[in-house]
């Protein structure tokens, strides 16, 4: 899916009358970039149909993907548990990154993720790929898999923010 099939899915599948709670995932391959420039535009975009048909095969009914720029890959899982869904995201990569098991000189492919669930509150899917985003980039700068964008990370954030503030003062 494309960025408005994605939203129209999510609208189909988790609109306002659905009791079903989801998690949207942001996933991100890094250096995407090297791979256009060491193999070529073509196969980059060879790569990135794979990536989104390997992610297919990993989800459930009436969950779904979609690319949205570029190597950025927006899920919508039915699952809420943390432990579950990081270990899902990582059996994807591991899908993924089945393409080059046998190659003499491997090159695995690796991710960023970040992950917002969703509750009462929150159901804009704008908002949650926001909040997702936010995560993803705290994945990449703490250089981990996976951030979820929960009350612990939130208290994180206004906690990091209120050092800044008082750095800023003195």
Partial sequence: LNKDGFTLRFKEI???NSSCLYSIVLMNMQHFKLVNEQFGKENGDRLLHYINRCIEKCLHPNEFVGRFTAD??????????????ESRLRYMVAEINTFNENAETPYNLEFNCGIRLMDESTRELTKLQDHAYVAYEHAVAEK???V???????????????????????
């Fill in 14 to 16: 988790v609109g306002p």
């Fill in 148 to 170: 979820f964008y929960d009350q612990k990370f939130i208290n994180k954030l206004l906690k990091e923010r209120e050092l800044n503030m008082l750095f800023e003062d003195s």
């Fill in 72 to 85: 950025r890959f927006f899920l919508c899982l039915k699952d809420r548990d943390q432990n579950i869904i």
């Fill in 144 to 146: 981990v898999f996976a």
